[in-house]
C-alpha cells in the first residue's frame, strides 16, 4: 500500500486533500454557525457557469471559478440582506442558471470533450501542481482573514444584534462569510466536486461541534476530521477502484452515523 507513495498524482492528492480540509473546517464551523448552509450549495452550484466560462475562454478552471462563485456570494449577500421571503426561490433560480451557463458554455467550446463529471463528483487524483499552488493561496488567504477578523466574525456569527451595537458592519462580515465559503467551494471542487462539497462543509463540523466549546476549537476539531476522513477516503477509492469524492463523503457519513449511534446508547 505505501508504495503508491512514490507516485506523484498520489502524492498531490493527499497535499491537496490536506489543504482541502484545512479551509473545509474552518469554513464549515462558520457555514454551519451562521446557518447558511443553503446559500453555500447555491454558491457551489452556480460556480459551474465560471467552470464552462473559464473552458470556453480558454483560461484556468479554477480561476474561473473563484470569479464566478465570489460574483454570485456578492449577489446573493445583497439579495438576502434586503429580502430573506423569497431567499428559498432566489437560491434555486442562481443554483440551475449558473448550472445552465456552464453547460451552454461547454457546448459552445469547439473541440472540448472532457469528462465534466469530475467537477461535479470530483477527481482528487487529477489534481496538478498548479491546482495546488493555487489552493495553497487560498488557504492562506482563508486563515489570513479569519485569523485577522476573528473577534468581528464571532460577533456576527453569534449575535449579529449585538454586533450591531458594539459597531461592527454586519453587512460586510455577513458578505465576506459568504466570499470566504466561495474561496473554500473552489478549493474543494477537485477533491470532491461542487455536489458534495456541502457534505464536506458540515459534516466534520457537525461531529466537532460534540468536542468543541468555542468556534476556534471548532475549527481546529473540523479541519482534523476532514483531514482523516480526505485521507480515508482516498485509501478506500485506491483499494476499491470507486471514485474519490464519493468515497470521502461516504467514509464522513458513515463515522458520523456511529458516532451518533454511539451517543445514543449513552
Known amino acids: 500500500m505505501l508504495e503508491v507513495l512514490q507516485y506523484d498524482f498520489i502524492q ?10 484545512i479551509a473545509a473546517g474552518i469554513i464549515g464551523s462558520l457555514v454551519v454557525v451562521n446557518k447558511i448552509t443553503f446559500l453555500t450549495g447555491g454558491i457551489a452550484h452556480s460556480s459551474y457557469g465560471g467552470i464552462g466560462l473559464a473552458i470556453y475562454l480558454g483560461i484556468p478552471v479554477l480561476f474561473g471559478a473563484t470569479v464566478f462563485a465570489v460574483i454570485t456570494a456578492i449577489i446573493i449577500a445583497i439579495i ?10 432566489i437560491i434555486g433560480m442562481m443554483w440551475a442558471s449558473g448550472m445552465a451557463i456552464g453547460i451552454i458554455f461547454v457546448d459552445l467550446t469547439p473541440g472540448y470533450n472532457v469528462d465534466l463529471m469530475s467537477y461535479l463528483f470530483g477527481s482528487i487524483v487529477a489534481v496538478s ?3 495546488i499552488y493555487y489552493m495553497t493561496i487560498l488557504d492562506l488567504f482563508i486563515i489570513g482573514i479569519v485569523v485577522y477578523f476573528y473577534k468581528e466574525i464571532l460577533a456576527v456569527s453569534y449575535d449579529s444584534e449585538f454586533a450591531s451595537l458594539r459597531g461592527i458592519n454586519v453587512k460586510f462580515f455577513y458578505t465576506l462569510i459568504l ?8 478549493a474543494a471542487i477537485k477533491a470532491v466536486g461542487l455536489i458534495l462539497v456541502i457534505a464536506l462543509l458540515t459534516i466534520p463540523t457537525y461531529l466537532a461541534e460534540t468536542f468543541a466549546s468555542k468556534l476556534s476549537s471548532m475549527m481546529i476539531i473540523s479541519s482534523a476530521l476532514a483531514t482523516i476522513f480526505t485521507i480515508l477516503g482516498l485509501v478506500v477509492s485506491y483499494l476499491y477502484d470507486i471514485s474519490s469524492g464519493a468515497s470521502i463523503i461516504m467514509v464522513a457519513v458513515l463515522v458520523l452515523g ?7 446508547k449513552k
Do not use: F, H, M, Q
Open 12 to 21: 498531490n492528492a493527499l497535499i491537496a486533500g490536506v489543504l482541502i480540509s
Open 80 to 89: 438576502t440582506l434586503k429580502n430573506r421571503t423569497r431567499i428559498d426561490a
Open 129 to 131: 501542481n498548479e491546482d
Open 258 to 264: 456511529v458516532v451518533k449511534i454511539l451517543k445514543i
Open 179 to 186: 466570499i470566504l465559503a466561495a474561496l473554500c467551494v473552489v
